[in-house]
């Protein structure tokens, strides 16, 4: 048993490595997803309008209710 563990792991380091996909193209989706990340991120924390840290106590009054 010991002998065919072996040669099947001697088998598998001679083989040739094809690159699959992540081997290709794997720190390419990484830093794409980093990228859109920031820019999502960056547009909602500068553009969106939101007050941050800011209570709404006291400033926001309910309205009239109508019949």
Not at 21 to 34: C, Q, S, W
Not at 35 to 50: D, E, K, R, S
Not at 54 to 62: A, E, N, Q
Request: hydrophobic fraction near 40%; proline fraction near 4%; aromatic fraction near 12%.
């Amino acid at each position: 048993l010991a002998r065919s563990i072996r040669h099947t792991a001697v088998r598998q380091a001679h083989r040739k490595h094809e690159p699959d996909f992540h081997d290709k193209y794997g720190n390419l989706v990484l830093l794409g997803g980093a990228v859109a990340f920031t820019a999502v991120w960056g547009y909602v924390l500068t553009q969106a309008g939101i007050e941050w840290g800011f209570s709404p106590v006291g400033r926001i009054t309910p309205k009239e209710w109508r019949e």
